[in-house]
Nanobody
């Protein structure tokens, strides 16, 4: 069982920045594929960014050039740096962990609100 805990959400003005963190347990963290998803009210959960065990990344078109996903295997943590935030980025952000057995784990989510 992998425990997943997000942190770092909050209220920010348009154009501002936030960094989300996600700590995951487990001895094989370096082998995990890690992702950030978000879900806005009335919308489906969508992939924001993902990073493989080898460091390859992918991003939703809506966040390319503004968001950066990274991982620190020694700290068993994945980050999402969000710059130039827009009101449409408002959502609950969830951390997703997929282990080498393709089992998937989710965090409880952290609220990000972009508003003036």
């Amino acid at each position: 069982q992998v425990q997943v805990v997000e942190s770092g959400g909050g209220l920010v003005q348009p154009g501002g920045s936030l960094r989300l963190s996600c700590a995951a347990s487990g001895r094989m963290f370096s082998s995990y594929t890690l992702g950030w998803y978000r879900q806005a009210p009335g919308k489906q959960r969508e992939l924001v960014a993902a990073i493989s065990s080898g460091g390859s990344t992918e991003y939703a078109d809506s966040v390319k050039g503004r968001f950066t996903i990274s991982r620190d295997n020694a700290k068993k943590t994945v980050y999402l740096r969000m710059n130039s935030l827009k009101p449409e980025d408002t959502a609950v952000y969830y951390c997703n962990v997929r282990d080498s057995f393709r089992l998937v784990y989710w965090g409880q989510g952290t609220q990000v609100t972009v508003s003036s």
